[in-house]
C-alpha cells in the first residue's frame, strides 16, 4: 500500500474513532451525573457534541477525495462505501445524545422519576455505553472472529437496551396521574428515554457496517 | 513553494506541424508533477523539452523559455550535458548499459569527474539504496545490469538517473513495461524520491497520476488545458475537456 494511501486511511480511522469517543465521553459524563444526580452536565454535552459534525464532514471529505485519487477495489472500497454509511450513524447518535441530554436534564432536575426508573436509566445508559465500547474495538480490530464476538456483543446489548426501555416505559406510565403538566411531562420523558435507547441501535448499524467492510456481502442495515 | 522548472510561451514544431502551443507553466521544487492527456496531446514532446531532448531531431524548432532551477536552458552558451547531468530521464522501457550493476551507476559520476575511483562503491552503494534495489543486488554488483528482472532493470535506471546528482528526474511512463508488483514498488520509489529531487512523470495510466502525483497537468492538442493540484484535477477539474477525459469519455 502506498504511503499516502495509507496516510489518508489512518486519518480517516483516527477520526472515526474520535467521533466514537466524543459520543462516549457525553454518554459516560452523563452516567457519572446521573448517579451522583449533578444535572448541570447534561447542559455541557451539546457543545462536545457539535464537534462531531465537523468530523464527519471531514471524514465524507477525505473519503471522496480517497475513492478519486486512489480508485480503491474490495475490502479497500468496502470500507471507505462502510465508513461513509458510518458518519452518517454517528450523526444520528449525536442527535439522539444531544436531545436527551437536553430533554432530561429538566426532568431529572425536576424529580419526575423514582429511584427504580433511574436505576434503569442508568442501566440503559450503561448499556448505550458498552455497545460503543465495542464498536471502538471493532474499528480497531483487523480479526474477524473477534469482530464477530464484539458484533454479537452489541446485538446483546441492543436487547437489553430494549427491554430496559419497555421497563422504563411500564414504570412511568404507571405513574401518570391526574395532574395534567405532570402527566405531560411524563408522556414527553419517554420520547427522551427513547432517544437513549436509540443510541444503541445505532451502535448496530455501525457493527453491521464494520462487518460489512470486514467480510464483505451486502450492504443491509 | 520554490519553483524548479518554469517554461513561459513555449512553442514547439515539427516542420510545419505545431505540437505545443503558448505552454506556460512552473513545476514545484520535491513535487510530482504527472503530465497527462491521450496520446499525441504532446505531453511526452513537452517532457523532453525540459532536458533538451528534442535538439537530437532535425525537424525540431522551438520558441519560449524554459527555466530549470532559475537557468534558461535554452540560452545561448548552455552546455546541453550540463542540463542533462541537472535533469535525469528515465524512459519506458528500462534501458540498462550492458554492463554491471556497478558499471551501469558509476559510470555517469565517473564521466562528469564527479567521484575519485575509492568513492565509487560508495556513490553506487548510496544510489541503489536511494532505488530502493540495494538489498536485492548487493551480492550481485558485478552481474550484468541486464540479468536483473524488468522492474529491477526500472529501479536500476532510476539508481543510475540519481547518481549524477540531479534536480529533477524526468519520466516517461516508467511503468508502462511493468507488473503490477514492480508498478506498486517503482510508485512507493518515487514518493520517496520526491523528498530529495523533482519528478516529472509522462503516465498514461491515469490511476497512476491520482495515486502519486502532487500536481497534474492535462494536454490535449498541443494545449494545456488544465494544470493544478492532483486533487482538483480528479475531483473538481475546472475544463470540460479535462472532466471529460478523465472520465473517459474520450481518448
Not at chain 1, 395534567?180 to 419517554?190: E, F
Request: glycine residues 4%.
Amino acid at each position: 500500500m502506498l504511503k499516502n494511501y495509507r496516510r489518508k486511511l489512518d486519518d480517516i480511522e483516527n477520526n472515526l474513532l474520535r467521533m466514537v469517543d466524543i459520543i462516549l465521553t457525553a454518554n459516560s459524563g452523563m452516567l457519572n451525573a446521573t448517579k451522583e444526580k449533578d444535572y448541570d452536565f447534561f447542559g455541557s454535552c451539546e457543545k462536545q457534541l457539535k464537534v462531531i459534525e465537523d468530523l464527519a464532514f471531514k471524514v465524507d471529505n477525505t473519503i471522496v477525495t480517497t475513492l478519486a485519487l486512489f480508485s480503491p477495489e474490495a475490502k479497500d472500497l468496502r470500507e471507505l462505501v462502510a465508513i461513509l454509511k458510518i458518519t452518517n450513524e454517528l450523526s444520528r447518535a449525536r442527535s439522539n445524545v444531544k436531545n436527551y441530554a437536553l430533554d432530561m436534564k429538566k426532568y431529572f432536575a425536576e424529580g419526575l422519576f423514582d429511584e427504580r426508573t433511574i436505576n434503569n436509566i442508568i442501566l440503559l445508559q450503561e448499556s448505550s455505553i458498552k455497545s460503543f465500547r465495542a464498536v471502538v474495538e471493532m474499528i480497531k480490530s483487523d480479526d474477524e472472529n473477534e469482530s464477530e464476538k464484539l458484533y454479537n456483543s452489541i446485538l446483546v446489548e441492543e436487547d437489553k437496551a430494549d427491554e430496559l426501555y419497555l421497563m422504563i416505559e411500564q414504570e412511568v406510565l404507571a405513574t401518570v396521574c391526574d395532574n395534567s403538566k405532570i402527566s405531560v411531562d411524563k408522556m414527553n420523558s419517554l420520547k427522551a428515554i427513547r432517544k437513549l435507547e436509540k443510541v444503541t441501535d445505532r451502535a448496530v448499524g455501525v457493527a453491521d457496517l464494520i462487518m460489512f467492510a470486514q467480510t464483505g456481502g451486502e450492504i443491509t442495515h | 513553494m520554490e519553483n524548479i522548472v518554469s517554461v513561459e510561451n513555449l512553442n514547439l514544431w515539427y516542420g510545419d506541424n505545431q505540437a505545443l502551443k503558448n505552454i506556460n507553466i512552473n513545476m514545484y521544487k520535491h513535487k510530482i508533477t504527472a503530465l497527462i492527456g491521450p496520446s499525441g496531446c504532446g505531453k511526452s514532446t513537452f517532457l523532453r523539452v525540459i532536458n533538451r531532448m528534442n535538439d537530437l531531431i532535425d525537424s525540431v524548432h522551438i520558441e519560449g523559455k524554459v527555466k530549470v532551477d532559475n537557468e534558461d536552458i535554452y540560452a545561448k552558451g548552455v552546455d546541453v550535458v550540463s542540463v542533462r547531468k541537472k535533469v535525469g530521464m528515465v524512459f519506458q522501457k528500462p534501458n540498462p548499459f550492458p554492463k554491471s550493476i556497478f558499471e551501469n551507476i558509476a559510470y555517469a559520476p565517473r564521466v562528469h569527474g564527479m567521484v575519485s575511483k575509492k568513492e565509487e562503491e560508495d556513490l553506487v552503494e548510496r544510489a541503489l539504496k536511494g532505488a530502493g534495489l540495494w538489498d536485492e543486488v548487493k551480492d550481485s554488483l558485478h552481474e550484468p545490469g541486464t540479468s536483473l528482472s524488468g522492474g529491477q532493470q526500472q529501479r536500476l535506471c532510476i539508481a543510475r538517473a540519481i547518481a549524477v546528482k540531479p534536480e529533477v528526474i524526468l519520466m516517461d511512463e516508467p511503468t508502462s513495461a511493468l507488473d503490477p508488483i514492480s508498478t506498486e514498488k517503482i510508485e512507493a520509489l518515487m514518493l520517496e524520491l520526491k523528498k530529495n529531487y523533482s519528478i516529472i512523470t509522462v503516465t498514461h495510466n491515469m490511476q497512476q497520476a491520482s495515486r502519486i502525483a502532487d500536481y497534474t497537468a492535462f494536454f490535449h492538442l498541443g494545449d494545456l488545458v488544465e494544470y493544478d493540484e492532483t486533487e482538483s484535477i480528479f475531483l473538481n477539474p475546472k475544463e470540460k475537456r479535462t472532466e471529460d477525459y478523465i472520465t473517459g469519455r474520450f481518448g
